[in-house]
Nanobody, 126 residues
Framework: EVQLVESGGGLVQPGGSLRLSCTASGFAFDNYAMGWFRQAPGKEREGIACIWWSGSSTYYTDSVKGRFTISRDNAKNTLYLQMNSLKPEDTAMYYC???????????????????WGQGTQVTVSS
């Protein structure tokens, strides 16, 4: 059974930091590019970061470049997202899933891998 379990969310003040984790099981984690996605209330889900299966390449949406860092540990089947300089507009439910990069550079879900975790809530507020 494929499982993706996100953790590490919480309430943080603007300018603060959080580190999200996504533990994967039930599939060959190191065969997939993996990414982070987020969805704020009333908004569509957006892809924010994607990392190649080997970790050799990473891609970010413009709104998080320079603030967020995606990484992975294939030995632990775990994906990470280090989030620094958090802003209120980063408030959302965060999910991990397999990802692809579009021709235009956007981070998209890999629709050949139709699995999502339950998400972890990140709230940035003073």
């Amino acid at each position: 059974e494929v499982q993706l379990v996100e953790s590490g969310g919480g309430l943080v003040q603007p300018g603060g930091s959080l580190r999200l984790s996504c533990t994967a099981s039930g599939f060959a984690f190191d065969n997939y590019a993996m990414g982070w996605f987020r969805q704020a209330p009333g908004k569509e889900r957006e892809g924010i970061a994607c990392i190649w299966w080997s970790g050799s390449s990473t891609y970010y949406t413009d709104s998080v470049k320079g603030r967020f860092t995606i990484s992975r540990d294939n030995a632990k089947n775990t994906l990470y997202l280090q989030m620094n300089s958090l802003k209120p507009e980063d408030t959302a439910m965060y999910y991990c899933a397999a990802c692809v990069r579009s021709v235009s550079g956007s981070v998209l879900p890999d629709y050949n891998f139709a699995y999502w975790g339950q998400g972890t809530q990140v709230t940035v507020s003073s």
